[in-house]
Structure formats: C-alpha cells, structure tokens
Nanobody
Framework: EVKLQESGGGLVQPGESLTLSCAASGFTFGNTAMSWVRQRPVTELEWVATCFSDGSTSYHRSVQGRFTISRDNAKKMLWLALNRVFTNDPAMYYC??????????????RGQGTQVTVSS
C-alpha cells in the first residue's frame, strides 16, 4: 500500500522560511519522480515542484528561485524548503508520487497534507 505522510507545516510571516517533509512507503521510491502540489483556498490543486529519481528538479514559475525540492532515496524522504514565503503561498501542501501537473490528477497517491499559513 502506498503511504505518503507530510509534516512540517505551520504559521510563518512573509519572508520567512519553512521546510516540509514527506515520508514515503509502499512503492519503489528510488525509481519514482516525486512532487509537491498545493491547494489554496477555493482553487484547484496546483503543481509546485518535482524531483526526479536522479535528483534533477523542476519548478512552477511562481516558486522558482524561492522553493527547493530535494529527496533522500535511502531514507525514502522528500522535502520542500519554502524560502521567502509570500502572502499567496498559504495552502495545504501534499506530496505525490508522480511528476509535473500529472501529480494533481485524482488517480495519483497523495498524503493527508500539511497546512502552511502566512500571517499578514
């Protein structure tokens, strides 16, 4: 059974940083492209970033240069470092075992999510 468990969300101020974690099990993590997606209030799921099995990365233009996705295949862990959080970054963040916008589709496994809130 595929299991993805996100953690690390919380309340931050604009410009601050936060790191999200995802623990994976139940599939061959090392061979799987992994992504972070997010759902902001009253919007659909939005792809944020992908880390491929070789460690290469891809980012949505809205987070390019601010967020960093990384992974440890041996530990089956995925991270998303949110640097310089903007006021439009608050959302429920999910990790997913797919790549690119495919990670937002309904047949892709995602965890329960971790909430990021930005104080105004």
């Amino acid at each position: 059974e595929v299991k993805l468990q996100e953690s690390g969300g919380g309340l931050v101020q604009p410009g601050e940083s936060l790191t999200l974690s995802c623990a994976a099990s139940g599939f061959t993590f090392g061979n799987t492209a992994m992504s972070w997606v997010r759902q902001r209030p009253v919007t659909e799921l939005e792809w944020v970033a992908t880390c491929f099995s070789d460690g290469s990365t891809s980012y949505h233009r809205s987070v390019q240069g601010r967020f960093t996705i990384s992974r440890d295949n041996a530990k089956k862990m995925l991270w998303l470092a949110l640097n310089r959080v903007f006021t439009n970054d608050p959302a429920m963040y999910y990790c997913a075992n797919s790549w690119g916008p495919l990670a937002t589709t309904s047949d892709v496994a995602r965890g329960q999510g971790t909430q990021v809130t930005v104080s105004s």
